[in-house]
């Protein structure tokens, strides 16, 4: 068996393309169905805001009615909300998201929750992707569609009660939702807690979502805070699991100074992240005794990290900040009302906790890529290991395949970075064609 419709974090792709179509979609409704519940039981299920997203709601939800399954749409949701609201509320088996997440909008994808609020581990993946392959038949007694936008109020106030006794009165901040689910949350938040909020790309159209804004482009949030004179800005992507912040310079911070600065400023002992976060990160953090482990790349697996090591805190560069005694998956608005209420009480600026990290120079070139197995080649490890090797204690080499695009990528971190980057990415094409 495998888990071959599986990425690096659920079942991504072009919508309207199998098994982002209407029939694939249906069948993938059956199958959660079959695997995660019983018939009569509730499946939970939300979507962001893309305009593929209703239509793949729509079929997955007769998948999952027609084996029998109930099933309660709550709306536009980030995912975390969903992660949340499936485990705090009791009568949910499991939950569904349709996001594509940081994806552009012509993307979408299909993530699934266990009844605890965790994403699903390679071995339920590698079964759920059988229940998909199976012809699975209709029950006797379909199941009932509900609707129940209210429960989105919990997840809401679940943020604002993390930061319990912080008040953030004269504190500015700019919060960009990159048109996305968390559009609307990330304002009410923040000014709950008391801050001044200006409110970017909160609106929404089908067509907008990740487009020049959210996490993946902080270029207009930059120009925002140091425009407006703001303490701090906010970005989430498009599902609101992923986050960056700029400081009151206009410079990004990204989930390793993120991680850095929870870690230090929480007195943790250590720190789960994956193998593209910055060596300088793991010198900062070993300076204050923190030990980080690292993890291959997708907050899944730093989750496992998480539960092998008992640590407080993992995350990805790319913006994924886990906290697991609040939420067992990445959540950027959370993380967000964590590192203000870490900042508010330090008496130091964010700008300040970023100096605290020096990072190494870091680049990043991705190469077209169909079929991966092509990384297997006696000729591309070779090569792999010469540059690793050259580079020594100065520097790391990875490359890895996209777990959600089908590109590989090349990291380097050394001195010359960028033109290090370019000439390894150069031969690789060479080698792998």
């Not at 006794?165 to 990159?178: C, E, I, K, Q």
């Not at 909020?197 to 487009?211: L, Q, R, S």
């Not at 700029?246 to 990004?252: A, F, H, L, P």
């Not at 090569?383 to 089908?406: F, H, W």
């Amino acid at each position: 068996m495998s888990r071959a419709l599986f990425g690096t974090d659920g079942i991504r792709g072009l919508a309207g393309e199998y098994p982002l179509d209407e029939a694939g979609a249906e069948q993938i409704g059956r199958a959660i169905g079959a695997k995660f519940a019983k018939p009569g039981q509730y499946i939970v299920i939300a979507s962001d805001p893309r305009e593929s997203s209703a239509g793949l709601v729509t079929a997955v939800t007769k998948g999952l009615t027609a084996v029998g399954i109930n099933v309660t749409f709550i709306g536009v949701i980030p995912t975390p909300g969903l992660a949340y609201l499936t485990r705090e509320t009791d009568k949910f088996v499991a939950g569904v998201m349709i996001t594509a997440s940081h994806n552009p909008v012509q993307y979408n994808g299909i993530k699934v929750f266990s009844r605890s609020g965790d994403k699903l581990s390679d071995e339920d993946e590698t079964e759920l992707n059988a229940f998909i392959d199976r012809k699975l038949p209709d029950h006797n007694t379909p199941g009932q569609n509900f609707a129940d936008e209210k429960l989105a109020q919990l997840y809401e106030d679940f943020l604002v009660e993390s930061a319990v006794g912080t008040h953030l009165n004269g504190l500015s901040l700019a919060v960009d939702t990159a048109n996305g689910a968390a559009s609307g949350f990330g304002e009410r938040v923040f000014k709950r807690l008391g801050a001044e909020v200006k409110a970017m790309f909160d609106e929404p159209n089908g067509h907008n979502i990740n487009d020049g804004c959210g996490a993946t482009d902080t270029a207009a949030l930059q120009k925002a805070v140091t425009e407006g004179d703001l303490d701090l800005g906010v970005a989430v992507d498009g599902d609101a699991d992923r986050l960056m912040l700029v400081d009151n310079q206009g410079r990004e911070v990204n989930g390793d100074y993120i991680m850095y600065l929870l870690a230090v400023s929480q007195k943790l002992n250590g720190v789960v992240a994956t193998d593209m976060s910055n060596l300088g990160l793991e010198k900062s953090l070993s300076a204050q005794n923190i030990k980080l482990v690292r993890t291959a790349v997708g907050d899944r697996y730093v989750l496992e990290g998480l539960a092998q090591t008992g640590y407080k805190l993992g995350g990805e560069q790319s913006g994924h900040t886990i906290l697991p005694d609040l939420l067992k998956t990445g959540d950027g608005l959370l993380a967000a009302v964590q590192v203000i209420r870490e900042v508010a009480a330090s008496g130091k600026t964010l700008a300040q906790w970023r100096d605290e990290v020096q990072v190494l120079p870091q680049a990043l070139v991705n190469i077209p890529l169909t079929d991966k197995s092509y990384l297997e080649r006696e000729s591309v490890q070779t090569y792999m290991k010469a540059q690793a090797d050259e580079l020594g204690d100065s520097g790391r080499v990875l490359i890895r395949p996209s777990g959600t695009e089908p590109v590989v990528r090349v990291m380097v971190e050394a001195a010359d970075a960028q033109e290090k980057a370019e000439a390894i990415a150069s031969k690789l094409k060479e080698l792998l064609a």
